[in-house]
């Protein structure tokens, strides 16, 4: 337990606290291991960075190592096709024929399974689940990654989905609050917008998040998006009013918010790293992710460097981020042994992928 006392003070004294980066390559490279040993909250590993289940194994080892401490690392793993692992990981039916099949226990050992298969890997943050609702047939973001359209079965599929991640041994992270809606627009190339009221909000596309609250889901994560009727000057991952004022205060949200990546064309075309940075923080935000250009990296920290000396946080809401962040990483550590490498893409987990596909029939 002393080993680990001395990083997590140090985290409490850094900025990097507040952040969880990506990066290029299959190595970590020297300069995120230096952010790590200086308190960085955690990295997000994608296919890029990996190109077998022995190298992703050797990465996040190395990860942990650099950090000397609990440290987050996270992957997307939805199941289905578009934000998935390849084999030799078990190809796990996608959300949306979870949400057609709607078997909660069936949802629940599959997450659970999908869970000892990271855990094998090094990972124990998942990205998931998302519970943005399908209510777009085109809409470019839910179309296959979402459990479907009925707000009361999407909040009952992601809490089952969250159950047997945590059960699994790894952090879930409920996914793009407050919901993309009816939004036509791919956060990643541009800034979508709901036109919606709160009203509208509160009985559809909230009812999910209300639900990961309440079932103790760890991390939030935010949705690049602007709703004019709510907030008409900030996107909700820079919202004020939605992530201090309406998830955490009005919804009672105790764990972490992540914005999600900075570097997406709806935040990126409008902010400069820095700006975007202490702009999500100062909203509420306690981790802001940076996971596709390092070249953001250094002038986002900088900037939030700067705005921290100039007094712009507000001291008290920054300490509650920090004890946040510690008490979710801590639960990162775990009592049993990581599973074994062969446990990844084993039978009994293509038995219940199969599953599905067979109640789809």
């Not at 006392?5 to 507040?18: F, G, I, T, Y």
């Not at 308190?39 to 994608?46: D, N, R």
């Not at 918010?257 to 100062?282: C, F, H, N, Q, S």
């Amino acid at each position: 337990m002393n080993t680990l006392a001395k990083p997590e003070s140090k985290a409490r004294d850094s900025v990097l606290a507040r952040f969880l980066l990506g990066f290029q390559g299959d190595s970590l490279p020297g300069e995120l291991a230096g952010y790590l040993s200086r308190g960085l909250a955690g990295v997000a590993i994608y296919q890029r960075n990996y190109s077998s289940v022995e190298g992703l194994r050797k990465l996040t080892a190395e990860i942990r190592r650099a950090a000397g401490r609990p440290v987050l690392i996270g992957i997307d793993q939805e199941g289905g096709t578009r934000f998935a692992l390849r084999e030799p990981f078990t190809i796990w039916p996608s959300a949306a024929d979870l949400g057609l099949a709607g078997d909660l226990q069936l949802a629940e050992e599959i997450a659970r399974a999908m869970a000892v298969e990271l855990r094998a890997a090094g990972c124990n943050l998942n990205f998931a689940p998302m519970l943005d609702l399908h209510v777009n047939a085109e809409s470019p973001v839910t179309r296959d990654r979402s459990f479907g359209s009925d707000p009361h079965g999407v909040a009952r599929m992601g809490v089952a989905f969250d159950k047997g991640l945590r059960a699994g041994g790894v952090l879930s992270c409920a996914k793009h609050f407050p919901g993309h809606g009816d939004a036509s627009v791919d956060p990643h190339q541009d800034l979508p917008v709901f036109r919606g009221t709160m009203e509208r909000l509160e009985s559809t596309e909230l009812v999910p998040f209300a639900a990961a609250v309440s079932a103790g889901a760890p991390t939030i994560m935010t949705a690049h998006i602007l709703l004019p009727q709510i907030d008409p000057e900030n996107p909700a991952s820079l919202s004020r009013v939605l992530l201090h004022g309406f998830l955490r205060r009005h919804m009672g949200f105790h764990g972490v918010i992540l914005a999600d990546d900075l570097g997406m064309g709806a935040i990126a075309k409008r902010y400069a790293p820095g700006e975007a940075a202490v702009r999500t923080l100062r909203a509420g935000t306690d981790i802001a992710m940076l996971c596709h250009d390092w070249s953001v990296v250094a002038p986002a920290i900088a900037a939030v460097e700067k705005a921290r000396q100039e007094n712009l946080f507000d001291a008290a809401e920054w300490d509650e981020s920090l004890e946040r962040i510690e008490h979710v990483c801590a639960q990162t550590e775990l009592s049993e042994p990581q599973p074994p490498v062969e446990i990844i893409g084993c039978e009994e987990h293509r038995g219940l992928a199969k599953k599905v596909a067979t109640m789809l029939i």
